[in-house]
């Protein structure tokens, strides 16, 4: 079956610009997580969904970052007035679900350059 | 907090040879899940193996298995018989559950194999 799909899989924007990033998960799969690599920071969780509510939001850096999730399907990461330090590559993984399944399957990321 | 530690930034194995990545975590969750995921160049994250902390027997999967040592706080990932395509980044992982679902991860192994 399908995996977990991004998009866009690379993107560049200006400096204070806004930017929306898409994750797909795996069909049926009701937990979604997103987080980011950047070599100065290495792999840092950012948002957890269950269904469309997010009960773990601890990892988002600053309030230019907000998440949403509909339908309990697709989730989108947005990003309001970028900085430089946002470039990274954008990583979202789902499960089966959050609270007893095991392992989280990745999508591609997508990478995300702040010119 | 969780804390994953991985101390090895890079390793050279010789190909068919068996090589030992180490990992060893700190928490103060009851009940936690520990994880392998391995990156290749291409960036995907790829799920090896997953150790639930109370299970009684090491997990394997094929070729990979998990050393989990309880009292030492210790998840090593052995790979048996490597291959060249077994060369990519390794980072180990792990979650609570029950409000904690997030994984944690190292700052991950870089590994080669040299034909």
């Known amino acids: 079956g399908a995996g977990v799909s991004q998009s866009p899989s690379n993107k560049v924007t200006e400096k204070g610009k806004d930017v929306e990033l898409r994750c797909d998960p795996i069909?049926?799969?009701?937990?979604l997580y997103w987080y980011r690599q950047s070599l100065g920071q290495g792999l840092e969780f950012l948002i957890y969904f269950q269904g469309n509510s997010a009960p773990d939001k601890s990892g988002l850096p600053s309030d230019r970052f907000s998440a949403e999730r509909t339908g309990g399907s697709v989730s989108t990461l947005t990003i309001q007035r970028t900085q430089q330090e946002d470039s990274a590559v954008y990583l979202c993984?789902?499960?089966?679900?959050?609270?007893?399944?095991?392992?989280?399957?990745f999508g591609p990321g997508t990478r995300l350059t702040v010119t | 907090a969780q804390k994953i530690t991985q101390t090895q930034p890079g390793m050279f194995v010789q190909e068919k040879e068996a090589v030992t990545l180490d990992c060893t975590y700190d928490?103060?969750?009851?009940?936690?899940?520990l994880f392998w995921y391995k990156q290749p160049s291409s960036g995907e994250m790829i799920f090896l193996i997953y150790?639930?902390?109370?299970?009684?027997q090491n997990a394997t999967e094929g070729r990979y298995s998990l050393n989990f040592q309880k009292a030492r706080k210790s998840a090593n990932l052995v790979i048996s018989a490597s291959q060249l395509g077994d060369s990519a980044m390794y980072f180990c992982?792990?979650?609570?559950?029950?409000?904690?679902?997030?994984?944690?991860f190292g700052t991950g192994t870089r590994l080669t194999i040299i034909p």
């Open positions: 928490t103060s969750d009851p009940s936690y899940g």
């Open positions: 150790q639930g902390s109370y299970d009684q």
């Open positions: 069909s049926g799969h009701t937990a």
């Open positions: 992982a792990m979650r609570g559950y029950f409000g904690n679902e997030k994984l944690t």
């Open positions: 993984a789902s499960s089966l679900d959050g609270l007893s399944s095991y392992e989280q399957y």
